[in-house]
């Protein structure tokens, strides 16, 4: 028994009837995608893509980290990414919390967090526009790259373009 049998499982039906072994590692449709962690957003199927279309980069508050910077700039150059939309979601836990609220946070658990930037996000709209600036303006990427910004609702599953 392991914490991970229903997942293994799951896969053994999974792989039965499984039909994707011609895809390659390359975007199919050119697009990469940054969003949040967020476990109610469905990145291929609210764009009616399927695996092998997009490359998906997920992390909390779908902020463009370095290391976000750092796989873009492998998508462009290995893996035929030629746009990026970068989507944080409404109802985002990351606009409701401060680095400074998590720290403490951690702290009652005796967890000294201090030492992570979490990127939290007091201003979501600000934070976008930010992180749209941070891949428009890299020098690692190439110049006049569509690079687009848009808010999920995970009420309604619509998307609210920000900066398209
Ligand atoms: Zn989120």
Redesign the pocket.
């Known amino acids: 028994m392991s914490a991970f049998d229903d997942l293994l499982a799951a896969n053994e039906e999974f792989s039965a009837t499984f039909t994707n072994a011609e895809l390659t590692g390359k975007a199919a449709r050119g697009l990469a995608v940054v969003t949040?962690?967020?476990s109610r957003?469905d990145p291929l199927g609210l764009f009616g893509l399927k695996p092998g279309d997009a490359k998906i980069l997920r992390n909390?508050?779908?902020r463009v980290t370095d290391d976000v910077l750092r796989t873009l700039v492998l998508a462009v150059n290995l893996l035929a990414v030629e746009r990026v939309l970068v989507m944080?979601?409404t109802?985002?836990?990351?606009?409701k919390v401060t680095d400074d609220e998590v720290h403490a946070i951690a702290a009652r658990r005796g967890v000294d967090t201090r030492s992570l930037d979490f990127h939290t996000v007091p201003d979501q709209d600000a934070a976008l526009r930010h992180d749209l600036t941070r891949i428009r303006t890299s020098p690692f990427l190439p110049a006049g790259m569509p690079v687009g910004g848009a808010v999920y609702d995970v009420r309604t599953g619509k998307l609210m373009p920000v900066d398209i």
């Open positions: 949040c962690m967020d957003i909390a508050g779908a944080p979601h109802d985002c836990g990351m606009t």
